[in-house]
C-alpha cells in the first residue's frame, strides 16, 4: 500500500496546500482586525473581557494545549513506536484533573490577568510579581522556542519541500527560516492587535479545525478497516516490525539496555519522572491559567475545563486510530524516510486514506487539509504563549513593580503590546539560532518548571495559612532553579552520543559535563522546590493571616471576583 | 445597603468593607462548610487518580510482564489500563462538576451574595 511516498507531492496538491494556508492566514487576520476594535481596557487585551461561555473557552483550552507537536507529534511516535505515544499522551490528559480540582475555580476567583495576582495576593507584591513574572517568562518562552523551531521544520515539511530542491524559490532550509519568521510575525500580530480577544476567536477556530480534520481522517482509517479496530491493531504491530512489543510499553520510555541495569533503571525512572513533570506541570503552565480568566465566573471556568477534558481526552483517542492507521497503512520506513522523527505520519497517513478512497485528486486534497490543520495548530499554540508573556511583562512586572500598581491602562496595555512585539522578535532570532538544534527537549522542561516552581506556590498560596513571601520566592526560585540546574547537568545537554559517537546533546559530541543521569527533572526538583518554601517560610516570621482569610474566602466564594466587562 | 452584586471597576482593589466581611466570614461556620464540602471531595479525589495513574506509570517501567498480557485479541493489559486512565479522568471530572453544581454553588453563590452586599447576619 506504501506507494505514495511524499517525494512526488504533486505539484497540484502543494498548490492546494499553499492556498490552504493562505486562507487560513486572511482569516485569522481578519478576526485580528475585528478584535483589536473591542479591545479598549486592559481587562480586553488581558482577559477577552472574560465574556467567553465554557465551551468557547473549552474551546480555547484544548487549543493552546493540542499544538502542532502534539498532534504531529504524538501520532508520529505511535506511529513509529506504538504503545510509548499513548503512555505519553495519558499524562497530559490526567493532568486537567490537577487543574479542574485544584487550581481553575479558585485561581479565576481571586486573580485578575496573570499567576501572580493568586501568588502575590497575600505576599509582599514586589518580590513576589518579580519571581513569579520570572517564572511565567522562562516557562512560555522555553515552551515557545521549542515550537517556533518545531514550526519552521514543520512548514518546510508540510510543503513537501526536499533537502537539494526548491519550491517558490526556497530550498528546505530557507523555507524553514521562512517558516519560523512568518510564524513569529503572525504571533505578534495577533496579540499585538487583538490581544486576548483575538487570540481566543484564533484559537477557538484552529480547535474546531483540529478536532474535525482528526475526526474525518480517523473516521476514514476505520472505515478502510471496515470498523474493525482489532484489524488494524494487528496490521499495525506487523507492520511496525516488532510484533506484539509494538502494543506494549518501552519502545521509547524506560527503555531496557541489556547488559546494563543502572541504564535500565536510570531509563526507568526517567519514564517517571517525565510522568509527574507532565501530570504536575499542567496546571502551573501560565499560558493554561491565564485562560481560566477569560470566563465570566468561576462555574464557566469548571464547565470550561471539563469541556477541555472531553476535547484533549476525544483528541488523544483519534490520535491512538492515527498512529496505528499510519503505522498499518504509510509504514515505519516511509515515514522515517520523511522525517526521523515521524512527525509527518499523520499527513503522509491523509494522503494514504485518500488516496484508497478517491485517487490523486483527494489524496491531494487530504494531505493539504491536514497540513493547514497542522499550520493553524502552530499558529494558535505560539499566540497564547506570546501572551503569556506580554501581559505578565506589563501587569506584573511594568505596572506592579516598576510602577507600583499606580500605570493607567492605556499604559499597560501600551507596554504589553511592546511586549509582545518584544518577546515574539527575541523568540524569532533565538528560533533561528537555534532551528539545527535538537531543542525538543525544552517542552519537558517547560512542564517540569510549571510542576517544581508554579503549582506548589499556587497551592500553598491557597491553602497554607504559614506560606508567606521568603517562602513563594524560595520555592519559585528553588523550582525554577532546580529544575533548569539539573537538565543542564543531565545529558539532554551534554555527554550523550549514539553508538557511532554523534551526539544526542544539544552540546556537540566530546563535550560532557553531565553528572545528573535523568533526563527529565521532575522526580528531583518537585520534591527541592516544595521543600524550599516550606523551609523558606519557616525561616520567616512574616505572617498575615487577615491577608489569608481574605484570599481564602475570595477564591471559595467568588466575593469581589472581577466580572465580565459589559460591552 | 448597595445593589451592587458585581465587581469594582478593573484596576481597584476591592473594597475595604469587602475585605473586613471577607475575614469575619472565614470563621464563620457556613464558610468552614463549603470549605470541608470542597476539601471532603477535592482531596480523596485528588490522592485517588495520582496514585492510580502513578501505579500506571509505574507498572509501564517496572512490570511489563504483567502489562503485556492479553486479554482479547491484540488487547492487552497495559491498553487496557492506558483506555481505563480515559474512563477514570472523564468519570471525576462529570462527577465534580456534579457535586459542585449541587454542594458547593448554592452555598458560595448565598456566601457572595451576602459578602458583597453588606448585609448583616
Known amino acids: ?567 | 445597603m448597595t445593589t451592587q452584586p458585581t465587581t469594582t471597576e478593573a484596576g481597584e482593589p476591592p473594597e475595604p468593607d469587602l475585605k473586613a466581611r471577607s475575614v469575619v466570614m472565614h470563621t464563620d461556620p457556613r464558610f468552614l462548610e463549603l470549605r470541608a464540602r470542597l476539601l471532603r471531595f477535592v482531596v480523596p479525589a485528588t490522592i485517588a487518580f495520582l496514585c492510580w495513574y502513578l501505579l500506571y506509570v509505574v507498572m509501564s517501567a517496572f512490570a511489563r510482564d504483567v502489562m503485556s498480557t492479553q486479554l482479547v485479541g491484540p488487547l492487552n493489559l497495559a491498553l487496557l489500563f492506558g483506555l481505563l486512565q480515559f474512563v477514570s479522568t472523564f468519570g471525576i471530572a462529570v462527577a465534580y462538576a456534579r457535586y459542585a453544581n449541587r454542594r458547593l454553588d448554592p452555598l458560595a453563590d448565598d456566601l457572595r451574595t451576602e459578602l458583597e452586599n453588606g448585609e448583616a447576619r
Open chain 1, 1 to 567: 500500500m506504501n506507494v505514495l511516498a511524499q517525494a512526488d507531492v504533486s505539484s497540484e496538491g502543494r498548490l492546494i496546500t499553499v492556498v490552504l494556508f493562505t486562507v487560513m492566514i486572511a482569516v485569522t487576520l481578519l478576526i485580528t482586525v475585528w478584535a483589536s476594535r473591542r479591545v479598549n481596557s486592559a481587562s480586553d487585551f488581558h482577559s477577552g473581557g472574560r465574556g467567553f461561555s465554557g465551551i468557547q473557552n473549552g474551546f480555547a483550552i484544548g487549543s493552546d494545549y493540542m499544538s502542532a507537536a502534539s498532534f504531529l507529534g504524538i501520532a508520529g511516535t505511535i506511529a513509529l513506536f506504538g504503545y510509548d505515544g499513548f503512555l505519553y499522551s495519558i499524562g497530559f490528559l490526567v493532568a486537567w484533573l490537577v487543574a479542574l480540582l485544584l487550581v481553575a475555580e479558585l485561581l479565576r476567583n481571586s486573580g485578575r490577568y496573570t499567576m501572580a495576582d493568586v501568588l502575590s495576593y497575600r505576599m509582599r507584591q514586589r518580590p513576589v510579581r518579580t519571581a513569579a513574572s520570572v517564572s511565567t517568562l522562562t516557562v512560555s518562552i522555553f515552551y515557545l522556542l521549542a515550537q517556533m523551531v518545531g514550526a519552521g521544520a514543520l512548514i518546510a515539511l508540510l510543503l513537501g519541500i526536499q533537502p537539494g530542491e526548491t519550491y517558490l524559490g526556497m530550498s528546505a532550509d530557507t523555507a524553514k527560516i521562512a517558516g519560523i519568521v512568518v510564524v513569529g510575525i503572525l504571533m505578534i500580530v495577533y496579540v499585538t492587535f487583538g490581544g486576548m480577544t483575538g487570540t481566543t476567536w484564533v484559537q477557538i477556530i484552529k480547535a474546531g479545525m483540529l478536532m474535525g480534520g482528526a475526526a474525518l481522517l480517523t473516521i476514514m482509517v476505520l472505515a478502510v478497516y471496515n470498523f474493525n479496530f482489532a484489524a488494524l491493531m494487528n496490521d499495525a504491530a506487523e507492520a511496525s516490525g516488532v510484533g506484539a512489543a509494538f502494543l506494549e510499553p518501552g519502545q521509547v520510555y524506560g527503555r531496557e539496555v541489556a547488559g546494563d541495569a543502572w541504564q535500565t533503571m536510570v531509563n526507568k525512572l526517567d519514564l517517571i519522572s517525565l510522568g509527574l513533570a507532565l501530570v504536575l506541570g499542567t496546571a502551573g503552565l501560565p499560558h493554561i491559567l491565564i485562560r481560566f480568566y477569560t470566563v465570566p465566573d468561576a462555574k464557566t471556568a469548571r464547565k470550561s475545563v471539563n469541556w477541555g477534558i472531553g476535547l484533549i481526552g476525544t483528541f488523544y483517542l483519534m490520535t491512538l486510530v492515527l498512529g496505528f492507521g499510519a503505522a498499518a497503512m504509510v509504514g515505519r520506513d516511509a515515514i522515517t524516510a520523511q522525517n526521523a522523527a515521524g512527525n509527518t505520519a499523520a499527513p503522509q497517513l491523509a494522503e494514504e486514506v485518500g488516496a484508497h478512497f478517491g485517487g490523486d485528486l483527494l489524496a491531494a486534497v487530504m494531505l493539504a487539509l491536514i497540513a493547514a490543520v497542522a499550520f493553524a495548530a502552530i499558529l494558535s499554540t505560539v499566540a497564547g504563549l506570546t501572551i503569556a508573556s506580554s501581559s505578565s511583562l506589563a501587569h506584573d512586572f511594568y505596572n506592579n513593580v516598576l510602577r507600583r500598581g499606580q500605570a493607567s491602562e492605556r499604559d499597560e496595555i501600551r507596554v504589553a503590546k511592546m511586549a509582545a512585539f518584544g518577546v515574539g522578535t527575541i523568540a524569532i532570532v533565538l528560533a533561528v539560532f537555534a532551528q539545527n538544534l535538537n531543542v525538543a527537549f525544552l517542552v519537558a522542561l517547560a512542564f517540569a518548571i510549571a510542576a517544581s516552581a508554579n503549582l506548589p506556590t499556587i497551592l500553598l498560596s491557597l491553602f497554607w495559612k504559614r506560606f508567606n513571601t521568603t517562602g513563594a520566592l524560595a520555592g519559585i526560585y528553588g523550582g525554577l532553579l532546580a529544575a533548569v540546574g539539573l537538565v543542564f547537568f543531565s545529558p539532554v545537554v551534554s555527554g550523550k552520543t549514539d553508538a557511532d559517537g554523534n551526539s544526542l546533546s544539544l552540546f556537540p559530541a566530546g563535550v560532557d559535563f553531565a553528572w545528573f543521569p535523568l533526563e527529565n527533572p521532575a522526580l528531583a526538583s518537585v520534591p527541592i522546590g516544595l521543600l524550599c518554601a516550606v523551609v523558606g517560610t519557616l525561616a520567616s516570621r512574616e505572617t498575615d493571616p487577615a491577608r489569608f482569610a481574605e484570599l481564602q474566602v475570595r477564591a471559595l466564594t467568588g466575593a469581589g471576583a472581577e466580572g465580565a466587562a459589559n460591552h
